[in-house]
């Protein structure tokens, strides 16, 4: 066991967050933690790592835990570099780099019992710099960096220049090289563009020890955990599995407590019709007891009461067969062209998800699509009947100044009653009262609730959706994925949700180094592809590298200026091998200067000296070569797929 939550409640004013919360994480699990904004997700990491203290309850851990935060907010003070902040977590291998060099130079100078005792310091330095990964820490500081998004200019920055986004990205790469027992991650993919967030599934689907994750990212989730918490009503039910794990175990749960609370509604029903018949009768006694019974009975909740029921939208106007024509469409500014040679036909009933990083154009085809910006070349047409329905992220189309329901309204006919309305609104979790907040008191997940709600209820056709579900917790992005999974019309949207992606979209259209590629199928199936064809080429780069080297020994003699073009382009698996025999020579060396006959030799240990550090250089400088290599032969395969 890493730690233990027992019976936790914890309140704030008069609202109960947790209400005898319990759960175990134990060493090496992969764990999820779910539910919905304000339940309490965050409050439970800064519990555990005793930032706050519990109302009741217990908090174990275990004795020495080291534990790893993610805060959502880091900031970095003073001069040093990107680079420089990544390798303060190997402080300690910084120090014994700097007492190593010490007591190199103090052997040369010492003799007899000192000389002993320097030695003896020296090769219990270097077995724990070896254990620690005193060879390699550098690389996989880089690394680290590399994969979250870092290209080698930024690691010369000052930290403390970095934009927020920046500064979170690496106070996350510092967490992950530190290794803790256990992460504790809050929103780890925040600030990420998708290529990070995969490198970042990547690295902790292998992370050996134990990590507690918050993320309304199911797709991450469903690709790095192997355990969720579900976090409700101020309890947590423990599901094994990924995301899509626990949404069957809850479905079959959820379908169990209903059979419970049927079985108990028909005792009951049978219980108070005896205690009627016999209240004042012969079996008073009995049907006193039967009442004091019911009195006491735990009641299973009706979970049919917390669901929504099925949307039911009205049928939208029927557009043409071909609702966009994109024909060589170029798009961007004058000054610059973000994409160019866009040829595709979005047809009717088609949704359309288009990814990609930032500043590649995406939301500069919307632009482009609602007419706000002209096409720098190309042609963009429409089909005939198309209504356009724009949900813009900066929730323009929300008016403050009305209630939920008042703002609802201007978007329907006179006709409709607050029934309905009330009706609609419940199906976007606006249950009860919610309907008559002032929308100037929403928080900002709440108004784009309404926002696409207001859309939805417009019957425009063909619906436009920027980043959707940007400030919306799990639940409200299942309401979302419901209800457009009944809508009639046609929509393209803009999104980072690979989730919602995955339940909506029928094609991708995906912002890429190379361009931009069109693909007829939903995200995962677009994923698959992508990730095969990247995996393929780097098999052809590999299987290409290692007949050549097969037939280096039969060429042809090269001329120089080929010798010159061969040798710019270094392979990382040659570099690889280099970094091992180099590894290889400098441990002989190490081990050398370790004994007792060359630390009594003056001129035999400088001579070592300086060759052991003449070869931890070299081990330096492969490395650094070694990532940019690797760096170099992924664009190379992402280019070529």
Same mark, same amino acid.
């Given at each position: 066991?890493?730690?233990?939550?027992?019976?936790?409640?914890?309140? &704030?004013?008069?609202?109960?967050?947790?209400?005898?919360?319990?759960?175990?994480?134990?060493?090496?699990?992969?764990?999820?933690?779910?539910?919905?904004?304000?339940?309490?997700?965050?409050? +439970?990491?800064?519990?555990?790592?005793?930032?706050?203290?519990?109302?009741?309850?217990?908090?174990?851990?275990?004795?020495?835990?080291?534990?790893?935060?993610?805060?959502?907010?880091?900031?970095? +003070?003073?001069?040093?570099?990107?680079?420089?902040?990544?390798?303060?977590?190997?402080?300690?291998?910084?120090?014994?780099?700097?007492?190593?060099?010490?007591?190199?130079?103090? =052997?040369?100078?010492?003799?007899?019992?000192?000389?002993?005792?320097?030695?003896?310091?020296?090769?219990?330095?270097?077995?724990? &710099?070896?254990?620690?990964?005193?060879?390699?820490?550098?690389?996989?500081?880089?690394?680290?960096?590399?994969?979250?998004?870092?290209?080698?200019?930024?690691?010369?920055?000052?930290?403390?220049?970095?934009?927020?986004?920046?500064?979170?990205?690496?106070?996350?790469?510092?967490?992950?090289?530190?290794?803790?027992?256990?992460?504790?991650?809050?929103?780890?993919?925040?600030?990420?563009?998708?290529?990070?967030?995969?490198?970042?599934? *990547?690295?902790?689907?292998?992370?050996?020890?134990?990590?507690?994750? +918050?993320?309304?990212?199911?797709?991450?989730?469903?690709? @790095?955990?192997?355990?969720?918490?579900?976090?409700?009503?101020?309890?947590?039910?423990?599901?094994?599995?990924?995301?899509?794990? %626990?949404?069957?175990?809850?479905?079959?749960?959820?379908?169990?407590? =209903?059979?419970?609370?049927?079985?108990?509604?028909?005792?009951?029903?049978?219980?108070?019709?005896?205690?009627?018949?016999?209240?004042?009768?012969?079996? @008073?006694?009995?049907?006193?007891?039967?009442?004091?019974?019911?009195?006491?009975?735990?009641?299973?909740?009706?979970?049919?009461?917390?669901?929504?029921?099925?949307?039911?939208?009205?049928?939208?106007?029927?557009?043409?067969?071909?609702? =966009? #024509?994109?024909?060589?469409?170029?798009?961007?500014?004058?000054?610059?062209?973000?994409?160019?040679?866009?040829?595709?036909?979005?047809?009717?009933?088609?949704?359309?998800?288009?990814?990609?990083?930032?500043?590649?154009?995406? @939301?500069?085809?919307?632009?482009?699509?609602?007419?706000?910006?002209?096409?720098?070349?190309?042609?963009?047409?429409?089909?005939?009947?198309?209504?356009?329905?724009? %949900?813009?992220?900066?929730?323009?189309?929300?008016?403050?100044?009305?209630?939920?329901?008042?703002?609802?309204?201007?978007?329907?006919?006179?006709?409709?009653?607050?029934?309905?309305?009330?009706?609609?609104?419940?199906?976007?979790?606006?249950?009860?009262? *919610?309907?008559?907040?002032?929308?100037?008191?929403?928080?900002?997940?709440?108004?784009?609730?309404?926002? #696409?709600?207001?859309?939805? &209820?417009?019957?425009?056709?063909?619906? =436009?959706?920027?980043?959707?579900?940007?400030?919306?917790?799990?639940?409200?992005?299942?309401?979302?994925?419901?209800?457009?999974?009944?809508?009639?019309?046609?929509?393209?949207?803009?999104?980072?949700?690979?989730?919602?992606?995955?339940?909506?979209?029928?094609?991708?259209?995906?912002?890429?180094?190379?361009?931009?590629?069109?693909?007829?199928?939903?995200?995962?199936?677009?994923?698959?592809?992508?990730?095969?064809?990247?995996?393929?080429?780097?098999?052809?780069?590999?299987?290409?590298?290692?007949?050549?080297?097969?037939?280096?020994?039969?060429?042809?003699?090269?001329? *120089?200026?080929?010798?010159?073009?061969?040798?710019?382009?270094?392979?990382?698996?040659?570099?690889?091998?280099?970094?091992?025999?180099?590894?290889?020579?400098?441990?002989?060396?190490?081990?050398?200067?370790?004994?007792?006959?060359?630390?009594?030799?003056?001129?035999?240990?400088?001579?070592?000296?300086?060759?052991?550090?003449?070869?931890?250089?070299?081990?330096?400088?492969?490395?650094?070569?070694?990532?940019?290599?690797?760096?170099?032969?992924?664009?190379?395969?992402?280019?070529?797929?």
């Amino acid at each position: 066991m890493l730690f233990r939550l027992s019976e936790v409640n914890k309140s &704030y004013g008069t609202q109960d967050v947790l209400k005898g919360a319990g759960f175990q994480i134990n060493p090496g699990e992969h764990a999820g933690l779910v539910g919905r904004n304000g339940a309490g997700k965050t409050t +439970i990491l800064r519990l555990i790592a005793g930032v706050e203290t519990p109302d009741t309850g217990e908090i174990d851990r275990l004795k020495g835990l080291k534990l790893g935060v993610l805060s959502q907010h880091v900031d970095f +003070i003073g001069s040093e570099t990107v680079l420089d902040a990544a390798l303060h977590v190997f402080e300690k291998l910084i120090s014994l780099e700097k007492r190593m060099r010490e007591l190199e130079h103090a =052997m040369t100078e010492s003799s007899g019992d000192l000389l002993e005792k320097i030695m003896l310091e020296y090769s219990e330095a270097q077995h724990i &710099y070896e254990h620690e990964g005193g060879f390699s820490y550098h690389a996989r500081a880089e690394s680290v960096l590399l994969g979250l998004g870092f290209n080698p200019n930024d690691f010369v920055k000052k930290a403390e220049d970095l934009s927020g986004g920046e500064k979170n990205r690496l106070g996350l790469a510092r967490l992950l090289l530190l290794e803790p027992d256990i992460l504790l991650l809050d929103e780890p993919t925040n600030h990420l563009d998708v290529e990070a967030v995969e490198w970042l599934e *990547d690295f902790l689907s292998a992370y050996k020890s134990a990590f507690l994750i +918050i993320s309304h990212d199911r797709f991450f989730l469903d690709h @790095t955990v192997n355990r969720v918490l579900d976090l409700e009503n101020g309890q947590i039910d423990s599901y094994k599995g990924n995301y899509s794990d %626990y949404l069957i175990q809850k479905e079959e749960r959820r379908e169990q407590q =209903m059979k419970a609370y049927e079985q108990q509604q028909e005792l009951i029903s049978k219980t108070e019709d005896f205690i009627r018949r016999n209240l004042a009768g012969q079996k @008073t006694k009995q049907a006193k007891s039967r009442r004091k019974m019911l009195e006491k009975m735990d009641r299973v909740e009706n979970l049919n009461n917390l669901e929504t029921a099925n949307f039911k939208l009205k049928p939208t106007a029927r557009t043409g067969d071909q609702v =966009m #024509i994109l024909e060589k469409l170029s798009i961007g500014y004058p000054s610059q062209t973000l994409a160019k040679d866009l040829t595709f036909t979005l047809r009717r009933g088609e949704r359309l998800g288009i990814i990609g990083g930032n500043g590649t154009g995406k @939301t500069t085809l919307l632009r482009t699509i609602l007419g706000e910006l002209r096409p720098i070349a190309g042609d963009l047409r429409f089909g005939s009947g198309v209504s356009l329905g724009y %949900y813009d992220q900066r929730l323009l189309s929300v008016d403050e100044r009305n209630t939920v329901i008042e703002d609802l309204r201007t978007v329907a006919s006179s006709s409709v009653t607050d029934g309905e309305l009330r009706g609609f609104l419940g199906r976007f979790l606006f249950s009860g009262d *919610d309907a008559y907040k002032p929308v100037s008191a929403l928080s900002g997940g709440e108004k784009g609730r309404l926002a #696409i709600a207001k859309l939805i &209820y417009s019957r425009a056709n063909v619906l =436009m959706l920027d980043e959707p579900t940007n400030h919306l917790d799990i639940a409200s992005c299942e309401a979302l994925e419901e209800a457009l999974n009944v809508y009639d019309g046609t929509i393209i949207t803009v999104s980072h949700d690979r989730y919602f992606l995955d339940r909506v979209a029928t094609n991708i259209l995906f912002f890429g180094e190379k361009g931009v590629e069109y693909f007829n199928g939903g995200y995962t199936e677009f994923y698959e592809s992508h990730h095969r064809a990247l995996a393929d080429e780097q098999a052809r780069v590999a299987e290409a590298l290692r007949q050549e080297k097969t037939s280096r020994k039969t060429v042809t003699p090269k001329t *120089d200026s080929t010798r010159k073009s061969k040798k710019k382009q270094v392979a990382a698996a040659e570099i690889e091998t280099q970094i091992h025999s180099t590894e290889a020579e400098f441990g002989e060396i190490a081990e050398l200067i370790s004994t007792e006959e060359v630390a009594r030799d003056r001129e035999r240990l400088q001579e070592l000296s300086e060759k052991y550090h003449s070869l931890e250089d070299r081990l330096k400088d492969l490395y650094q070569k070694w990532e940019q290599a690797l760096e170099t032969e992924s664009q190379a395969a992402q280019s070529a797929s």
